[in-house]
C-alpha cells in the first residue's frame, strides 16, 4: 500500500519506531504492524511546519539514502520584490534533510541540526518544488548531508549542507 502523503513528522516517527534493517524507506507498508500501517495512513497528526510547507514524501532510496519530497512555495511566502522570501527556502531544505538524515536513525536516536548553509540560486515563485536530500557521510555521531530545490520545470533554485549531531533522544 503506497501513500504519497507521508509526512516528515511520520518519517520521523517510523524511524525511532522501526529498526536499522526494517522495511524503513519503501513505498510499502506489507512488512510493518498494524501499528505503523495506521502511521502510513495518516492516522497521526503532521507537524505545523509541514503542513506550512505542504510537505508530500515522495520517495526514498535506502541504499542511495535520498529523499525526494514536494513542497509548495506559497503566496504567503513571498518577500517584498515578490519572490519566496529565502528565510522559507532555507526551511524546506532544513525539513528535507532532517528527515533523509531520520530515516535511517535507529530506536531511540535523534539528530538535530547543527548547522545548515544555504545557497540561493535562482528567484523563487509560487508553485510546486520538488526537494531532494542526500546524506553524503554518516558517522556514528555526526551526519553531513546536502540537498536541492527545484522548480516544476526542473531549474535549481537553491542548494544546501547541513551537518547533525546523532544522538539519543533525550527522556521526558
Known sequence: ??????????????????????????????????????????????????????????????????????????SEFLNPVGVIHGGMLAAMLDETLSPTLALTLGPGEFAPTLELKVNFIAPTKPGPVLDTGRIVHRGRSICFMEGQLHDDGGNLLATATATSKITTRPRA
Open 1 to 74: 500500500m503506497a501513500n504519497s502523503n507521508i509526512h516528515w513528522s511520520v518519517a520521523v516517527c517510523l524511524a525511532l519506531a522501526c529498526s536499522a534493517g526494517s522495511a524503513l524507506g519503501q513505498t510499502t507498508a506489507t512488512k510493518f504492524s498494524d501499528g505503523k500501517v495506521k502511521i502510513l495512513n495518516g492516522e497521526m497528526p503532521e507537524s505545523p511546519i509541514s503542513k506550512l510547507l505542504g510537505w508530500k514524501y515522495l520517495s526514498f532510496d535506502r541504499e542511495a539514502r535520498v529523499l525526494k519530497v514536494d513542497m509548495q512555495a506559497r
